[in-house]
């Protein structure tokens, strides 16, 4: 859709459903276009930087919500992504390295009526702040998770990051990076998560497709954004955006449909003798062979081998799209109806007669 | 038989036993029976940091000391004028601490070869004449609590377990205890296995009955109830106290109160209080560690609660950059840290008060948090409203500086009438606060209030005020990302004024000098209070002259404290630590104060802070 022209009521437009995560958060009446949500401030990232074309998403995307902007909340962390919320007219924190998703539990468990979205960066999510994801993760509070991903430490000037393939030369690891790098989807999967999505900063049209997703979903998202950083690690994903080599490379995963890929759908995902995926031409193996996404899938095996279906290193074969969106118990809700029941059983606590307890006496 | 009957203004009792011998559940219900018959009282618990230390062994003693009296008293006694030993180990590792003539109920049963030999004992202490300086009264307490028990269809070991009830039987007798509670409790503990209600009912009144017709106790005590200021009085412990002022603190300010907290001792406790007020707005969340505890509760403050985080020193450690961001930020947010011996692991179970500078300067940059400190069990209750109305008043995190001693001592405390506990109101933004030059109503989420400069409180959800705040120094006013030298100057000051500012809104520092010419000060903060104040009460009572001040607010310090520290010739700064008031005072002001420190894990003794104070008032 055009950046531009969401409805007046997005929410509405798509019915509330659209958006089931989000009943409990008010929504406006006035129509938003992209530029009620950018900020008066001067946005400071490189020239060139994939962050610009995924804030342009964000901005365009959140008007299609419906809701009032009061009542949206960007959390981030620290890293060249975490400087988002500064640019986003709505209440905003900048936090400190690696606990956004803590600091936006605390906030998303106790105001049900917010929309809570984290910012965050490979250093920032699976580094120094990984203990934070993965139970976020875990707990499934509802947030929104936005995981740019560049394989490189940007802020700090070019070291490797957790993400960054094994061998990397960077100012840290002159002869090269020890380190086996983590997969975030895998990582997010293995944390219990109940959405978990890639997507590119350079497609909007995907990206906007899977925020649409991750709003709607009530819980945790995880979303990768694969995001070029053009100074310290530029071209990173360049054969995911490519026109020549793009179609051959990326996996796009659509619910429902038989895995294919190439320019003319070619081919296509397998189970292959061991029971992992592999890929290969439609036309060798028919297309009965092919497997059906499934993201809804209680079992997460097929999203978790479709994770590692990807190169980290050449980016062949990479899945982009949602890999698992399954729906459990959400911990704002559940907090919520904790102290709701309590309440009703108890009724409204009464502080002179909890001091007091059980057991006085009385001194004239 | 008609035993006598002796009057007694004060015991000092020590329950001691092994770790799974239920010392501290026989502590806790000496100690409300006591407490519900009206005397004064002062406990301390004290126990390892195991589970279930290996049975029978030094390191696996527990015990639990209480104090009670006729009169008011302000320290859990310096020495036990009455051992309880359930084992040898427990004779062994209290013996020593026990003045000469002091009463000593042993269980026999215990005293085997292998259990003596297992401590170090290679004859029977209890007949080699080594403990002829005290009054041992040899009572085979498993043995009798057995034979009560015959009739019960429970298993030996449980009929064994039951001893620590026949103990507790016995020594409710010996000082006249009412003994409903006790019964009352038993049978609501083991509610649902009934036979073991009773069982330990039946050892319980075994014990009371043995001391009634036994010729080795001739004399039982009374102790008379004490006459206490007016009003209803419980007994609490320091964490309890604490937790009931949290969620009074959120009733106050009419705010949702948010824990966020990780498990550590001994600050655990609190966070299962809180657990269990949930129909008091109160959520808590047990995080994944120390720091996502502070983080989730500075996320609600944003939000708009009142963002509570418990913990204990190492768990300051962890929490100390996000302390700085609230910091930066200049949301409310309490910081409860539950002290106890350090460094790294330490003394879990044991009470210190050494993190008074870690609170203080433990934060990279220029970043003063105010702090406060209760000085009994019951004050922690009244300390914990107090630093929430610091923090929501001027928007700033506030250390409260409990202890180990304070958190699981207990005291009689006269409950307050809720409806005169402070007023903590906060009033949200609603409404731009900023013209612009071109007549445009903004928000500047750091246009402060003038007289406290704290600033604006805008929770998302509020039309119009959005607004963006963050760790990285931002420009007054506007709060705009801003790195120019000046500004930063300013706000780094503006930051320290705010704190300073806070004197002017706390009582002055109160100093105890009855006669007005002592030359002597002796100055404590925190949980000192109570040995401090008997060692002056021993002092004046052999005629010595000596004042008292007791710092509650720690940063910062009451605005007359150079006044009260000027005017004495010597001033002493006794401590659970190496000095780190002394050292803060001696910056501050100029006054050579004498550091009197002490780090055993335990609480000073009435007697040696009398010592001391006495060496210095002959000094001058």
């Keep these: 859709m055009s950046e531009a022209t969401a409805s007046a009521n997005g929410a509405g437009a798509n019915g509330r459903s659209g958006f089931p995560s989000l009943t409990l958060v008010p929504k406006t009446d006035e129509k938003q276009t992209m530029k009620d949500f950018k900020s008066d401030q001067e946005v400071r990232w490189c020239p060139g930087c994939g962050d610009y074309a995924i804030l342009a998403a964000v901005q365009g995307f959140l008007p299609e919500l419906g809701l009032r902007k009061e009542n949206i909340v960007f959390v981030s962390g620290i890293g060249c992504s975490s400087r988002f919320p500064y640019y986003m007219n709505t209440y905003g924190m900048h936090s400190i390295h690696g606990r956004a998703p803590a600091i936006a539990t605390g906030l998303a468990s106790s105001r049900q009526d917010l929309s809570v979205w984290v910012v965050t960066g490979d250093g920032d999510a699976l580094s120094i702040g990984g203990n934070h994801l993965i139970h976020a993760l875990r707990r499934n509070v509802n947030l929104k998770i936005l995981l740019f991903n560049n394989r490189i430490y940007g802020l700090t000037k070019g070291q490797y990051s957790p993400t960054s393939e094994s061998g990397k030369i960077t100012k840290s690891t002159p002869l090269g990076s020890l380190d086996h790098p983590f997969n975030p989807i895998s990582v997010a999967i293995g944390a219990e998560a109940t959405f978990v999505a890639r997507t590119i900063d350079s497609d909007r049209k995907h990206l906007t497709s899977v925020l649409r997703e991750a709003a709607a979903h009530p819980g945790t998202a995880l979303v990768e954004i694969y995001q070029n950083c053009n100074i310290f690690n530029d071209g990173a994903f360049d054969q995911l955006k490519d026109p020549d080599t793009r179609d051959d490379v990326t996996i796009r995963l659509e619910h429902g449909q038989p895995i294919t890929f190439g320019k003319d759908g070619q081919f296509g995902v397998i189970r292959g003798a061991s029971g992992s995926l592999d890929v290969a031409e439609v036309a060798k193996v028919g297309t009965d062979a092919l497997v059906v996404h499934d993201a809804h899938a209680e079992n997460p095996e097929l999203a978790f081998a479709l994770s590692r279906l990807g190169d980290l290193t050449s980016n062949f074969h990479t899945p982009i799209g949602v890999f698992r969106n399954v729906e459990r118990p959400v911990y704002d809700t559940l907090m919520a109806e904790q102290l709701a029941t309590d309440t009703a059983n108890r009724g409204a606590g009464d502080l002179a007669s909890l001091i007091s307890g059980n057991d006085t006496w009385t001194i004239a | ?620």
């Design chain 2, 1 to 620: 038989m008609t035993k006598q009957v002796k009057q007694i203004d004060r015991v000092v009792i020590r329950f001691a036993g092994d770790s799974g011998d239920g010392m501290q559940l026989t502590g806790d219900r000496f100690t409300s029976e006591t407490a519900s018959f009206g005397n004064d009282l002062s406990t301390l618990p004290n126990f390892p940091a195991e589970i279930r230390a290996p049975a029978g062994t030094l390191p696996g003693v527990s015990s639990f000391q209480l104090h009670f009296a006729d009169h008011d008293i302000l320290t859990p006694g310096d020495a036990p004028t009455v051992l309880v030993a359930m084992n040898p180990a427990a004779l062994k590792a209290n013996i020593r601490d026990l003045p000469r003539g002091a009463e000593i109920i042993v269980n026999t049963d215990e005293f085997s070869k292998r259990a003596m030999a297992k401590v170090g004992y290679a004859t029977n202490p209890l007949e080699d004449g080594s403990l002829d300086a005290y009054n041992i009264h040899a009572v085979p307490l498993t043995t009798l609590t057995v034979d009560a028990l015959a009739e019960f269809d429970i298993s030996k070991k449980d009929a064994e377990r039951a001893k620590n009830m026949f103990a507790l039987g016995l020594l409710s007798w010996l000082y006249h205890r009412p003994t409903e509670s006790t019964i009352a409790f038993l049978k609501k503990k083991f509610a649902k296995l009934p036979v073991i209600a009773e069982a330990n009912v039946a050892a319980f009144k075994a014990g009371w009955n043995f001391g009634e017709t036994t010729e080795g106790f001739a004399v039982s005590y009374e102790v008379a109830p004490a006459k206490l200021p007016a009003g209803t009085y419980r007994n609490i412990t320091g964490n309890l106290a604490l937790s009931y002022g949290l969620v009074a603190a959120g009733q106050r300010a009419e705010l949702p109160v948010y824990l966020g907290s990780y498990p550590i001792t001994p600050a655990s406790d609190i966070l299962h209080e809180l657990a269990k007020h949930k129909n008091f707005n109160v959520r808590t969340f047990q995080a994944e560690d120390e720091i996502a505890g502070i983080g989730a509760a500075l996320g609600a403050a944003f939000g708009g609660a009142l963002g509570v985080t418990t913990t204990s020193g190492p768990g300051v450690a962890l929490k100390s950059e996000a302390i700085g961001l609230a910091v930066s930020l200049e949301l409310p947010l309490l910081i409860v840290d539950v002290q106890r011996g350090g460094p790294s692991t330490g003394l879990p179970t044991k009470t210190e008060q050494s993190d008074l500078l870690q609170a203080m300067f433990g934060r990279n940059g220029e970043a003063p948090v105010p702090i406060v400190a209760p000085r009994t069990a019951g004050d922690c209750f009244d300390a914990a409203i107090e630093a929430a109305r610091i923090a929501l008043k001027y928007r700033t995190p506030v250390f409260l500086l409990s202890d180990g001693y304070l958190a699981n001592g207990s005291e009689p405390w006269r409950i307050p009438n809720v409806d005169e506990l402070p007023d903590l109101r906060v009033e949200f933004a609603t409404e731009p606060n900023h013209e612009t030059e071109d007549g445009t109503k903004v928000f500047w989420p750091y246009k402060r209030d003038p007289e406290t400069l704290a600033r604006p409180w805008a929770v998302p959800g509020t039309p119009g005020l959005e607004h963006r705040i963050g760790g990285i120094e931002k420009a007054d006013g506007t709060g705009a990302i801003n790195y120019e030298p000046a500004n930063h100057d300013f706000m780094v000051r503006t930051r320290q004024a705010k704190v300073d500012g806070i004197a002017k809104d706390i009582p002055a520092l109160e100093v105890d000098d009855p006669t007005g010419d002592a030359k002597v000060l002796v100055v404590g903060w925190g949980s000192t209070y109570g040995p401090i104040a008997a060692g002056v009460r021993r002092v004046r009572s052999q005629g010595g002259k000596v004042a008292q001040a007791h710092f509650r607010h720690l940063n910062p310090f009451p605005a007359n404290t150079e006044e009260v520290l000027k005017k004495y010739d010597k001033v002493i700064v006794p401590e659970m630590n190496l000095g780190q008031l002394a050292m803060l005072l001696r910056a501050r002001y100029l006054v050579d104060a004498i550091s009197y420190n002490q780090v055993r894990g335990l609480p000073f003794k009435a007697e040696e802070l009398a010592h001391v104070i006495q060496g210095v008032i002959e000094d001058v």
